[in-house]
């Protein structure tokens, strides 16, 4: 039976920990139940309704996560081309594993069709690709994978967070736990700890004004 399947991101902007692309796969009839669900994009629900989405959904779909750590992302940071290609590497290699009949995936590109061509060149199979913007908030099968990815990647920071002791937030630029774990961190350690993306601006300024501020004291 033919396979439908949906890809989307989550964490492709933080500062902190990695980006988690996320693809899934149903039959046509199964396609129905996630329609079914009253499936939004992630980033519209509440972290204990993507957790109850998240094991409805692994009860219905096949799912492949590709994790991208902060390293990875920072060799490619140079500019947001090389980020979409990043992407798209991604992407290409969750609808190898997967193999469906047609996938829906939510384009980083600004020319949603062009990401779609792209990821379609990294496949040694035929197949329908519907690319566009918002696909998480107009395809429930895309919805189903920008879930997985997010309550994934929100579980990865929980380990962070575990690891060392402390809340580093969301690890998002505008969170304001965050950017005190980083100006704290690098008070502390004259450095940015491994999974922090190096590469961002939020980075660079955080070290920046650390520095200006010790410049200050020696004044």
Same mark, same amino acid.
């Given at each position: ?26 039959? =046509? ?38 994790? !991208? ?7 490619? #940071? *140079? &500019? =947001? ?15 190898? #594993?997967?193999?469906?009949? !047609?996938?829906?995936? *939510?384009?980083?590109? !600004? ?30 099968? !895309? ?31 505008? &969170?304001?736990?965050?950017? =005190? ?23 660079? #300024? ?14």
């Amino acid at each position: 039976m033919p396979l439908i399947a949906g890809i989307d991101e989550a964490g492709r902007g933080p500062v902190i920990g990695p980006m988690v692309v996320c693809g899934v796969s149903v039959s =046509e009839k199964k396609h129905r139940k996630i329609k079914s669900m009253g499936l939004k994009d992630s980033k519209l629900l509440t972290p204990k309704k993507r957790e109850e989405f998240a094991v409805k959904i692994k009860e219905v779909c096949e799912y492949e996560l590709v994790v !991208v750590s902060p390293e990875r992302i920072d060799s490619r #940071a *140079d &500019d =947001e081309t090389n980020l979409n290609e990043l992407e798209v590497e991604c992407f290409s290699n969750i609808l190898r #594993a997967l193999r469906p009949a !047609v996938a829906y995936v *939510d384009a980083c590109d !600004v020319n949603a069709e062009r990401f779609g061509i792209n990821v379609k060149k990294g496949l040694d199979f035929e197949l329908d690709i519907v690319s566009r913007h918002n696909a998480d908030r107009d395809y429930p099968v !895309v919805s189903a994978a920008s879930i997985l990815a997010k309550v994934h990647r929100d579980a990865l920071v929980q380990e962070i967070c575990e690891s060392i002791g402390e809340d580093v937030g969301s690890g998002y630029s505008h &969170d304001p736990i965050t950017r =005190e774990f980083l100006r704290g961190y690098y008070k502390k350690n004259k450095c940015m700890p491994p999974f922090v993306r190096k590469s961002w601006k939020t980075t660079t #300024a955080i070290i920046n004004d650390c520095l200006q501020a010790r410049l200050f004291q020696f004044d």
